[in-house]
């Protein structure tokens, strides 16, 4: 049986997929998505009888269309959810759902917000504007970082081994690419470039005065920009080839992100998205239903079955206390969530925290620290570009890196990958890194750490790399104890639990975890009041929702899944608690947690580079006892770290282990018993191994 899917522009009651949540005060259009059995003949002879026109159906989605309604206003406030109740009792109509208009923003940052954040404070190429690309050049950058390590993403050392995007097709979604821009032309992709704004094939961006189209062709030339051209900088993939989806540069609805996403799988392999749903601190959206079936037929037939790859920005809402776990693309278990890290090894201001975003990337900071170069407008070239629309796309290069590397790696392999490789040494000095149940360090702010692209390489090594196990899918209820709905007002909390074998003995066994999800339904007065987080049986404690300041939405959480990376590699076995709480101890909203339930994702067998983790050992304890005035005690604990790291093949000598031993033995410099406990559990180990003693 043939299953197509049609729109028809007007609006109809929505049949959500699970944890499908869209914006909460939009206009519906007059176009229809539905599905229907039978064909296009069959979408035609409903279309008629029902009255709608069929527009087209989609490249993208098979046997999926969309249909318009012409006595149903262009746009509207109310929702014509009699229409869509008619055609979603015709037994020929699986699916009916009236589209309606969605924001979504670009991740960079305006001149306007860069002006508030005002402080005080071997393979060479010939490119004018590579010395400027600090990111690319730590032999070159002046370092201002206390630990007097250098920005550097390893990717020079990917060209010395002549692996540079070769055969690799990169697609940045978003306001168009200027196809003729000279450092993108001769890496040009058309058959990876759709303009989904105007239907046609060419995504040249709309020219204006003010140059508001320019975030695509600068996304795509971090990615592609062509070397020794004499012309801008150079991309992290020079020789990957690019192409632009447009579909920014106008209404955006559930019906185009769904045909965008998934535009030409079988061809590109990489798509870079830069956007998302209003990073304004009180947004709570994802994928709309054909979005979201879309990035599943990405992944599942993409790339011939091994899924393509999404790069996608966390978001810059980190100066309204967004929180990423509200935006339900980059939480999605299929993205890869690239968060910003500065040119100093700091978050920066504008960054969101949450405990979905996997990796980070460089972009800017403050204004005493680098941009991103790029390709810009009218075939110029820019050192301006920022926010995490700038770490998505340098991200996306280093991922057309490893798939030069390796083609045969799958999208769960590629997670994995970063996982493991991911440097924290970069960015130790921030806040908020701790150790989960296997050993991986990991942090709300950058995930597991400065992505490596050597270290990616390297591990991906087709001659050694084994490819991970068949992601297994673990559906836990709730303690028959924890009782819903459940109460919840200011100053008090409510706590779940859930006991799991991780399905033992059944197809769907789970020993060693990926992501995990709470799906939860919540309804509270004051949306932004609401703090969670869950405990592993491991111990580890992961925040999977933190407060927002702006959200004074009184709609709660409908099937919302909170999504978590934190305790990759741990096993799941033993009771899971979640907590929600208002922690504020004012107010007199009210609510209640009405389910709760826990997904569990990754696989029974270990994968094999799992076995060996380089346990990074209360680094948040360490990076607790710099002292800004000592800095031989300081060079001391980041020498150790290294050694932990792996990142250095060091040993200690006996005034260097001696310093350490009188950091120990003074009561006034670790008061921490656990700290203490640790440090001399450490300097036993270097003792034991170092040569000098």
């Known amino acids: 049986m043939v299953i197509g899917i049609v729109f028809l522009t007007a609006f109809s009651i929505s049949v959500f997929h699970h944890g499908v949540i869209l914006a909460e005060d939009n206009h519906y259009a007059n176009e229809w998505a539905v599905e229907i059995a039978g064909g296009r003949d069959v979408a035609e002879e409903v279309a008629k009888q029902h009255g709608y026109r069929l527009v087209r159906e989609f490249q993208s989605i098979p046997d999926h269309y969309l249909l318009e309604r012409s006595d149903v206003p262009f746009r509207s406030r109310r929702s014509a959810d009699h229409h869509t109740k008619r055609l979603s009792e015709d037994s020929r109509v699986t699916f009916a759902e009236q589209q309606k208009d969605i924001t979504r923003v670009k991740r960079d940052l305006s001149d306007r917000d860069i002006a508030r954040r005002l402080v005080v404070s071997g393979h060479t190429t010939q490119d004018p504007d590579l010395p400027s690309q600090w990111y690319l050049n730590p032999e070159d950058t002046v370092s201002d970082r206390r630990d007097g390590t250098r920005a550097d993403l390893k990717v020079k050392e990917c060209w010395r081994m002549n692996i540079t995007g070769k055969g690799v097709v990169v697609t940045i979604?978003?306001?168009?690419?200027?196809?003729?821009?000279?450092?993108?032309?001769?890496?040009?992709?058309?058959?990876?470039?759709?303009?989904?704004?105007?239907?046609?094939?060419?995504?040249?961006?709309?020219?204006?005065?003010?140059?508001?189209?320019?975030?695509?062709?600068?996304?795509?030339?971090e990615v592609?920009?062509?070397?020794?051209?004499?012309?801008?900088?150079?991309?992290?993939?020079?020789?990957?080839?690019?192409?632009?989806?447009?579909?920014?540069?106008?209404?955006?609805?559930?019906?185009?992100?769904?045909?965008?996403?998934?535009?030409?799988?079988?061809?590109?392999?990489?798509?870079?998205?830069?956007?998302?749903?209003?990073?304004?601190?009180?947004?709570?959206?994802?994928?709309?239903?054909?979005?979201?079936?879309?990035?599943?037929?990405?992944?599942?037939?993409?790339?011939?079955?091994?899924?393509?790859?999404?790069?996608?920005?966390?978001?810059?809402?980190?100066?309204?206390?967004?929180?990423?776990?509200?935006?339900?693309?980059?939480?999605?278990?299929?993205?890869?969530?690239?968060?910003?890290?500065?040119q100093f090894g700091n978050s920066p201001w504008y960054a969101e925290k949450c405990a979905s975003t996997i990796t980070s990337a460089y972009s800017s900071g403050a204004t005493n620290e680098g941009k991103i170069v790029s390709s810009d407008l009218h075939g110029k070239c820019t050192h301006q570009h920022t926010g995490t629309s700038a770490a998505a796309p340098l991200a996306a290069g280093i991922l057309a890196l490893l798939l030069e590397r390796n083609p045969d790696l799958t999208w769960r392999d590629v997670q994995h990958i970063i996982v493991h490789t991911s440097k924290v040494e970069p960015l130790g000095l921030e806040k908020g890194w701790y150790v989960n149940g296997v050993g991986y360090c990991v942090n709300i702010r950058f995930g597991f750490g400065l992505m490596d692209a050597k270290a990616m390489i390297d591990l991906a090594d087709p001659k050694t790399w084994q490819s991970v196990g068949e992601q297994k899918k673990c559906i836990v209820e709730a303690e028959y104890s924890s009782g819903f709905p459940k109460p919840l007002s200011p100053g008090h909390f409510i706590e779940v639990t859930f006991t799991t074998n991780g399905c033992a003995g059944e197809s769907n066994e789970i020993n060693y975890l990926e992501h995990i999800q709470v799906v939860i339904d919540l309804d509270y007065d004051n949306r932004g009041k609401i703090y969670a987080e869950v405990v592993s049986p491991m111990g580890t404690i992961t925040p999977l929702f933190l407060e927002r300041?702006?959200?004074?939405?009184?709609?709660?959480?409908?099937?919302?899944?909170?999504?978590?990376?934190?305790?990759?590699?741990?096993?799941?076995?033993?009771?899971?608690?979640?907590?929600?709480?208002?922690?504020?101890?004012?107010?007199?909203?009210?609510?209640?947690?009405?389910?709760?339930?826990?997904?569990?994702?990754?696989?029974?067998?270990?994968?094999?580079?799992?076995?060996?983790?380089?346990?990074?050992?209360?680094?948040?304890?360490?990076?607790?006892?710099?002292?800004e005035g000592d800095n031989e005690s300081e060079t001391i604990l980041r020498n150790i770290f290294d050694k932990l790291q792996g990142t250095k093949n060091k040993t200690f000598s006996n005034s260097e282990l001696a310093k350490l031993q009188y950091l120990l033995n003074d009561e006034k410099s670790i008061t921490d018993p656990e700290v203490k406990a640790s440090l001399n559990s450490i300097l036993e180990e270097l003792n034991e191994e170092n040569d000098d003693i």
Not at 216 to 221: D, E, F, L, M, V
Not at 600 to 611: F, I, N, V
Request: charged residues 25%; hydrophobic residues 25%; proline residues 4%.
């Open 549 to 627: 300041k702006n959200d004074k939405s009184n709609k709660g959480f409908k099937k919302w899944p909170l999504m978590s990376v934190h305790n990759w590699g741990e096993n799941p076995k033993g009771i899971w608690k979640f907590r929600v709480s208002d922690r504020s101890q004012t107010g007199n909203e009210k609510g209640q947690l009405k389910n709760a339930t826990l997904v569990l994702y990754g696989t029974k067998e270990q994968p094999a580079h799992q076995q060996y983790i380089s346990k990074c050992n209360n680094l948040n304890k360490f990076v607790e006892l710099y002292s």
């Open 224 to 342: 592609s920009m062509i070397a020794n051209n004499n012309n801008c900088g150079v991309g992290i993939a020079f020789d990957s080839r690019i192409g632009g989806v447009r579909m920014l540069d106008g209404r955006v609805t559930d019906t185009l992100e769904g045909e965008a996403v998934s535009f030409n799988r079988t061809h590109i392999d990489i798509y870079s998205a830069s956007w998302g749903p209003n990073d304004d601190g009180k947004t709570l959206e994802g994928p709309g239903n054909l979005a979201a079936k879309a990035l599943e037929l990405g992944i599942k037939e993409g790339r011939q079955g091994k899924g393509v790859l999404y790069a996608w920005a966390s978001g810059n809402g980190g100066t309204v206390g967004d929180n990423c776990n509200a935006d339900g693309y980059t939480s999605s278990i299929y993205t890869i969530s690239v968060s910003s890290a500065t």
């Open 173 to 221: 979604l978003d306001d168009g690419l200027e196809r003729e821009h000279p450092d993108l032309k001769d890496n040009y992709d058309p058959d990876a470039s759709y303009d989904f704004n105007d239907n046609d094939a060419d995504p040249t961006p709309r020219y204006d005065i003010t140059n508001e189209n320019k975030h695509g062709t600068r996304c795509g030339g």
